[in-house]
């Protein structure tokens, strides 16, 4: 009936159903299921927050208890576990929801509950980082946040029901109805576009992961070469573990390429245009070495730099195989997510060991690292040379071309500069002892280092002990490391190195920015003997 009201027993007095309490719990409580889950596949975590519960029930369970319950149900068990996951969590959404008729402090103990499980289950995973953390804040924050905004009105109508002299006009009361019941329904349709959207995020990617964990590749472990570590405590590994190496791309999400759709097409100013599949790469036969590959935009002292372990094939037979035309002289790289950089053809060709890399110390590139392919030049700086996802080859003319980097103001040819930094003492650091071992990397790809030498206090330089490579006789394409040992008195003081080139040349101390083809300058460290460090071993101040 449509009309006035006022002359009935008002309607809408009474306290909400139970089943709406329920309804907001369940809502609210699907809503931060369905973000955790977005977000995990968002972050292309690789399972998700159900599935780690999961998993980590049966991780967790008393060793018994769980190895019985696998051993009659099989693998089913786990289909099982979750499956009663998921038939349990609505029942504890509704009960939050319920609990919200006494306190929202009841509900919210609840949500930390089942909260707490999330991050218990994400933090035992193996190998789990604090990312693995993120889809189960981001759950928790939803119903932090939906959760008491469902229940709002509810509890406005809970409230009347009690008062009903407090209670404003029916419709008041009707909108305040109609508000819970169009909130419930907007949050339950966000909940299903979250979660289906966020199923779709990042599916290729995790699909090309799986293709890559299972690649195996004629590639060997690396093995480091002897003399190249030296013996320092903190000091930064010789080889750069994969998960620590930087990264660098224009790509916001970088291609998730499977090797089986992957080609690399060589066109432009050859004898012949070919197009590369993955196989037929892998067909030249790969070549290993130890490269140092650095940023152009690596301010001194900074960590855009790393020393791995690549194979990959030589990227002088590559272009054999297309032939050359004569008044090339550079190649137009051009990777799958449109990045290029242009390459001076003789880096492709000489024997300086160029490489199309397959493998990062000894496994395939990581999808962040460029797979399935990726161009390593040894002496270049990376945005000259080192396109990930490389996709096409256009043989070129400098005259003709221009790369991504370099028609935004950075170098054309981009040969790398000479370089070191000193990694111990820490800068701003204090040390108990007189005795200081400075220690870091000095490095030179391609053209080696004579030596490296470090200044204290603007004293004179002094010859540091440098590990075996980076020298023009030994692994001249991988950085090198170096120690020295000082005697400081208490007080500050400032370290500063430099690297000295093959030829006897020292690395310049001319401070340069990093724009257009490198920074120049001595990295300098202040640190701090403390009044109390012990005298030197040696008694010389003994009196
Ligand atoms: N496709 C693509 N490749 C790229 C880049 C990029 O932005 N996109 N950046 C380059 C730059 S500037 C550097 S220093 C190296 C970094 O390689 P890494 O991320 O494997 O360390 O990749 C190069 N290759
Ligand atoms: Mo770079």
Same mark, same amino acid.
């Given at each position: 009936?449509?009309?006035?009201?006022?002359?009935?027993?008002?309607?809408?007095?009474?306290?909400?159903?139970?089943?709406?309490? @329920?309804?907001?719990?369940?809502?609210?409580?699907? @809503?931060?299921?369905?973000?955790?889950?977005?977000?995990?596949?968002?972050?292309?975590?690789?399972?998700?927050?159900?599935?780690?519960?999961?998993?980590?029930? $049966?991780?967790?369970?008393?060793?018994?208890?769980?190895?019985?319950? $696998?051993?009659?149900?099989?693998?089913?068990?786990?289909?099982?576990?979750?499956?009663?996951?998921?038939?349990?969590?609505?029942?504890?959404?509704?009960?939050?929801?319920?609990?919200?008729?006494?306190?929202?402090?009841?509900?919210?103990?609840?949500?930390?509950?089942?909260?707490? &499980?999330?991050?218990?289950?994400?933090?035992?995973?193996?190998?789990?980082?604090? &990312?693995?953390?993120?889809?189960?804040?981001?759950?928790?924050?939803?119903?932090?946040?939906?959760?008491?905004?469902?229940?709002?009105?509810?509890?406005? #109508?809970?409230?009347?029901?009690?008062?009903?002299?407090?209670?404003?006009?029916?419709?008041?009361?009707?909108?305040?109805?109609?508000?819970?019941?169009?909130?419930?329904?907007?949050?339950?349709?966000?909940?299903?576009?979250?979660?289906?959207?966020?199923?779709?995020?990042?599916?290729?990617?995790?699909?090309?992961?799986?293709?890559?964990?299972?690649?195996?590749?004629? &590639?060997?472990?690396?093995?480091?070469?002897?003399?190249?570590?030296?013996?320092?405590?903190?000091?930064?590994?010789?080889?750069?573990?994969?998960?620590?190496?930087?990264?660098?791309?224009?790509?916001?999400?970088?291609?998730?390429?499977?090797?089986?759709?992957?080609?690399?097409?060589?066109? %432009?100013?050859?004898?012949?245009?070919?197009? #590369?599949?993955?196989?037929?790469?892998?067909?030249?036969?790969?070549?290993?070495?130890?490269? =140092?590959?650095?940023?152009?935009?690596?301010?001194?002292?900074?960590?855009?730099?790393?020393?791995?372990?690549?194979?990959?094939?030589?990227?002088?037979?590559?272009?054999?195989?297309?032939?050359?035309?004569?008044?090339?002289?550079?190649? #137009?790289?051009?990777?799958?997510?449109?990045? =290029?950089?242009?390459?001076?053809?003789? @880096?492709?060709?000489?024997?300086?060991?160029?490489?199309?890399?397959?493998?990062?110390?000894?496994?395939?590139?990581?999808?962040?690292?460029?797979?399935?392919?990726?161009?390593?030049?040894?002496?270049?700086?990376?945005?000259?040379?080192?396109?990930?996802?490389?996709?096409?080859?256009?043989?070129? *003319?400098?005259?003709?071309?221009?790369?991504?980097?370099?028609?935004?103001?950075?170098?054309?040819?981009?040969?790398?500069?000479?370089?070191?930094? $000193?990694?111990?003492?820490?800068?701003?650091?204090?040390?108990?002892?007189?005795?200081?071992? @400075?220690?870091?990397?000095?490095?030179?790809?391609?053209?080696?280092?004579?030596?490296?030498?470090?200044?204290?206090?603007?004293?004179?330089?002094?010859?540091?002990?440098?590990?075996?490579?980076?020298?023009?006789?030994?692994?001249?394409?991988?950085?090198?490391?170096?120690?020295?040992?000082?005697?400081?008195?208490?007080?500050?003081? *400032?370290?500063?190195?430099?690297? &000295?080139?093959?030829?006897?040349?020292?690395?310049?101390?001319?401070?340069?920015?990093?724009?257009?083809?490198?920074?120049?300058?001595?990295?300098?460290?202040?640190?701090?003997?403390?009044?109390?460090?012990?005298?030197?071993?040696? %008694?010389?101040?003994? %009196?």
């Amino acid at each position: 009936m449509i009309g006035p009201v006022t002359d009935r027993t008002p309607p809408g007095l009474g306290a909400p159903p139970a089943w709406a309490w @329920a309804l907001a719990g369940l809502v609210a409580g699907l @809503a931060g299921v369905a973000a955790s889950h977005a977000a995990a596949m968002a972050l292309t975590l690789r399972e998700s927050p159900l599935i780690s519960v999961g998993q980590g029930v $049966i991780r967790l369970t008393p060793g018994m208890v769980a190895d019985g319950a $696998i051993g009659v149900l099989g693998a089913g068990a786990k289909v099982l576990l979750v499956a009663v996951i998921v038939a349990l969590l609505p029942l504890l959404f509704a009960l939050a929801g319920l609990l919200a008729r006494r306190s929202l402090w009841w509900s919210a103990l609840v949500f930390t509950a089942l909260g707490a &499980v999330g991050v218990a289950a994400a933090v035992t995973a193996p190998g789990a980082g604090t &990312v693995d953390l993120l889809p189960v804040v981001a759950g928790v924050a939803v119903w932090v946040v939906v959760f008491p905004l469902l229940t709002g009105p509810l509890r406005h #109508l809970a409230r009347w029901a009690a008062e009903p002299r407090s209670a404003p006009a029916e419709p008041h009361r009707h909108r305040t109805r109609r508000g819970f019941l169009v909130g419930a329904g907007l949050t339950a349709a966000a909940a299903v576009v979250l979660g289906a959207g966020g199923q779709l995020l990042g599916r290729q990617r995790r699909r090309v992961d799986q293709v890559r964990r299972l690649l195996r590749l004629p &590639v060997t472990r690396p093995v480091l070469p002897a003399g190249a570590r030296l013996d320092v405590e903190g000091i930064t590994p010789w080889q750069t573990p994969t998960d620590r190496f930087y990264k660098i791309q224009t790509a916001l999400v970088p291609p998730a390429i499977d090797p089986g759709d992957w080609s690399l097409r060589i066109h %432009g100013r050859v004898e012949e245009e070919v197009t #590369l599949t993955y196989q037929q790469l892998l067909a030249l036969g790969l070549t290993e070495s130890w490269v =140092t590959l650095n940023c152009v935009s690596n301010p001194v002292g900074g960590p855009l730099i790393g020393n791995a372990w690549w194979s990959g094939v030589r990227t002088a037979d590559v272009l054999a195989l297309a032939g050359v035309q004569d008044g090339a002289d550079g190649v #137009l790289q051009t990777s799958d997510d449109g990045w =290029t950089c242009l390459t001076p053809l003789d @880096a492709l060709t000489d024997d300086r060991g160029a490489l199309l890399a397959v493998a990062m110390n000894g496994e395939p590139l990581p999808i962040d690292h460029g797979f399935p392919v990726r161009t390593v030049v040894p002496g270049l700086y990376g945005y000259v040379s080192a396109t990930k996802w490389v996709v096409d080859w256009k043989v070129t *003319r400098f005259d003709d071309d221009e790369g991504y980097w370099t028609s935004r103001g950075w170098g054309v040819r981009g040969p790398v500069r000479i370089g070191s930094r $000193i990694d111990l003492p820490a800068d701003g650091s204090t040390s108990a002892t007189r005795t200081v071992t @400075a220690a870091g990397l000095a490095w030179f790809q391609g053209t080696g280092l004579s030596g490296v030498q470090v200044s204290l206090d603007g004293g004179g330089w002094q010859d540091a002990e440098v590990g075996a490579s980076g020298r023009a006789d030994e692994l001249v394409d991988a950085w090198a490391q170096w120690r020295v040992v000082l005697d400081a008195a208490p007080g500050q003081h *400032r370290l500063r190195v430099r690297a &000295v080139a093959a030829d006897g040349t020292p690395q310049t101390g001319e401070q340069r920015d990093v724009l257009p083809d490198g920074a120049t300058g001595w990295h300098q460290v202040d640190f701090e003997v403390s009044d109390d460090a012990d005298q030197p071993d040696d %008694g010389a101040d003994a %009196g």
